[in-house]
């Protein structure tokens, strides 16, 4: 039985060296050694500082250590699915931050809920010790995205800090879209789930990479890529503006009658013009959202491209590679039969059309 434990780093180099002694400490407890094969994948997402040249003296000293790095900086998501999608021949995966937040020593007990039988077990973050402003933020962002969400429910907390089993892993890799919000992937695989709590830790070393501006670019997508409420909300706000329109059209229409004289409503024009403006735009941008989406999932451009690894795609990943290149020319194959099928249909017009002609050239002679 193999297990892997995936980790995505980016300018981490001041504590990738100790992230390595750390994790090959737990991995070689005789709970774990004795049981289970293992190896280490660090996946580089275009670090500009000493970590890939960590890596790869690591991965000559010892086998165990793997690693892939990015051409350019990808983001977490692409190198969290580079991960998986090199890790189909693996019983167990597991995902840890590079920084250490992700406390290495609750690995053995995400095995031990493995052997159980579930198929993820998750580690919560417990956010005791906090500052009161973000975990107030984080609490309300995530009652707003459960009461947009219907199918799944997100839970505080809980993030990418969690082992998959391999048919989980499988279910992810095979929803090949291009904006990922992991989060809810998660989520709506499903499967027996196993969740315990541990302490919210500091990073060993260096900084955050998650600006105020990424976090909130990041909420936005959970907002998004599961649900189309913000354009039912749209249609719902444009209808609810509608109505308050008619009723005020009414009301000034039984003050004309009463009065018999017309209101001056410069102010009121100014402010309807901005309201209904604003509310144009807004629709206009969630509308640019979604389609902004389609557009990237159509390009079909690769999430990630790779510059330097020390390991090939394992067999299950070229299987599902060739999965997909089948599907594609079946697809080919199936469009070229109904443009044949299309191609004779016109011809038999053609044809038929042209013995019509003819029998009506025919008639005409006889006639005369």
Same mark, same amino acid.
């Given at each position: 039985m193999k297990i892997r434990v995936?980790? !995505?780093? +980016?300018? $981490?180099?001041? %504590? %990738?060296l100790k992230t390595y002694e750390k994790l090959t400490e737990i991995m070689k407890q005789?709970? %774990?050694? @004795? /049981?289970? $094969?293992?190896?280490?994948?660090?996946?580089?997402d275009g670090s500009k500082d000493s970590t890939i040249d960590h890596l790869q003296s690591l991965a000559l000293e010892d086998h165990q250590v793997k690693y892939i790095s990015f051409s350019r900086n990808f983001g977490k998501e *692409? *190198?969290?699915? *580079?991960g998986y999608q090199h890790s189909h021949s693996c019983d167990a995966v597991i995902m840890i931050d590079a920084d250490l937040q992700h !406390? !290495?020593?609750?690995?053995? /007990?995400?095995? $031990?809920? &493995?052997? $159980?039988?579930?198929?993820q077990v998750i580690a919560k973050r417990?956010? @005791?010790?906090e500052n009161f402003a973000r975990k107030s933020m984080t609490r309300m962002y995530y009652k707003l995205i459960n009461a947009f969400v219907e199918d799944i429910q997100f839970e505080d907390g809980v993030g990418d800090f969690r082992l998959l089993s391999k048919r989980a892993v499988q279910s992810l890799t095979s929803m090949d879209e291009y904006n990922r919000f992991s @989060?809810?992937?998660?989520?709506w695989i499903g499967y027996n789930t196993k969740v315990f709590t541990y302490q919210n830790v500091e990073r060993e070393a260096g900084e955050s990479k998650w600006s105020f501006a990424k976090l909130l670019n990041y909420g936005i997508d959970g907002l998004i890529s599961f649900n189309n409420k913000p354009l039912r909300m749209m249609i719902y706000l444009g209808m609810f503006t509608f109505s308050l329109s008619v009723l005020y059209i009414v009301y000034l229409l039984i003050n004309i009658i009463i009065s018999g004289v017309n209101i001056p409503g &410069? +102010?009121?024009t100014i402010a309807a013009i901005l309201l209904l403006g604003g509310i144009q735009l807004m629709s206009i941008g969630v509308i640019g959202e979604y389609i902004g989406r389609i557009y990237y999932e159509v390009k079909r451009r690769p999430k990630y491209? %790779? /510059?330097a690894t020390n390991i090939e795609p394992d067999q299950e990943s070229e299987a599902h590679n060739t999965n997909d290149n089948l599907k594609t020319t079946e697809a080919k194959k199936e469009q070229t039969h109904h443009y044949n099928q299309i191609k004779r249909l016109d011809l038999n017009r053609q044809q038929t059309s042209y013995q019509s002609s003819q029998n009506n050239e025919k008639y005409k002679e006889h006639v005369h």
């Open positions: 995936i980790i !995505p780093c +980016f300018n $981490e180099g001041e %504590v %990738v005789d709970s %774990v050694d @004795k /049981q289970y $094969e293992y190896d280490l994948l660090f996946i580089d *692409a *190198a969290m699915i *580079a !406390p !290495p020593q609750f690995i053995p /007990q995400m095995i $031990e809920g &493995y052997n $159980e039988g579930y198929d417990d956010r @005791k010790g @989060k809810g992937l998660f989520e &410069y +102010f009121t491209i %790779v /510059q």
